[in-house]
């Protein structure tokens, strides 16, 4: 990213994280955030489709770490998926016992601006959690991975609202100028994927998972606050917990 769009995108985020902000101000300086780096995103694949050289094909290692390495990681992927990139979780023993590392894949561009959204929605989530009252019948690991997964799957679905408007958007003012921005982001996929093939021939899924905390509304909700789905002004409520959530048994 440029360093102008970078800094500005980090102080929003940062502003967002700061524990004092209201949980209205945390979600409009999230959108914005969101906002410039789904344009951001869009722009950097229409120049590459005529510069290739200018955000090759790359891979990272992402190590996550403990308490709650694996919700973490579920985090990530999430992220890497609606910015246009694939992840690969990996089991490794560290230290006498196991830690998780992501391997992601994305062009140059994409790769930052997962991590960068990461590591924000990392903090947040943190605060988010540590406010959250623990119910007295169910153990707080069992309460906080629920919890987690709910704004997960939150985020998840605000990150590509704002993915799929920015594309939008690019494709209304480059109409009849190039390549369509839906064929660009195709082709970028494709070769993401052939290279993820390359690394993983033999990839297999895992299974989904079941968890049985009651945290799964009020990490939903925290993930909705934080829900980068562009700006706020004008724009509809968001929609109730009750269309589309997850399940967690």
Known sequence: ????????????????????????????????????????GVDRALLAAASPDSDPVGDRVVSVFAPYALDKSGLLATVAGALRCR????????????????????FASDLERTELLFTSLLVQASYG????????????????????????????????EAEQRASSAASGSAAGSGPSVALVLADRGQRVDRRVEEAYPRLRMSEPRRLRGSGLEGGYA?????????????????????????SAR
Not at 87 to 106: D, I, N
């Open 1 to 40: 990213m440029t360093d102008t769009m970078l800094e500005k995108v980090r102080k929003l985020l940062a502003k967002a994280e700061d524990p004092g902000c209201t949980p209205d101000e945390a979600a409009a300086l999230n959108d914005k955030a969101a906002e410039l780096i789904a344009k951001y």
């Open 129 to 160: 959690l540590a406010a959250a009252p623990v119910p007295s019948w169910e153990t707080p690991a069992a309460f906080r991975r629920s919890w987690l997964m709910g704004f997960t799957h939150a985020v998840g679905i605000r990150l590509r």
């Open 87 to 106: 992840s690969v979780r990996r089991k490794e023993w560290v230290g006498g016992g196991y830690a998780y590392a992501m391997h992601l894949f994305g």
């Open 222 to 246: 925290a993930g909705q606050r934080a829900d980068l789905g562009g700006t706020r002004l004008g724009r509809p409520a968001p929609r109730r917990l009750s269309r589309g959530r997850p």
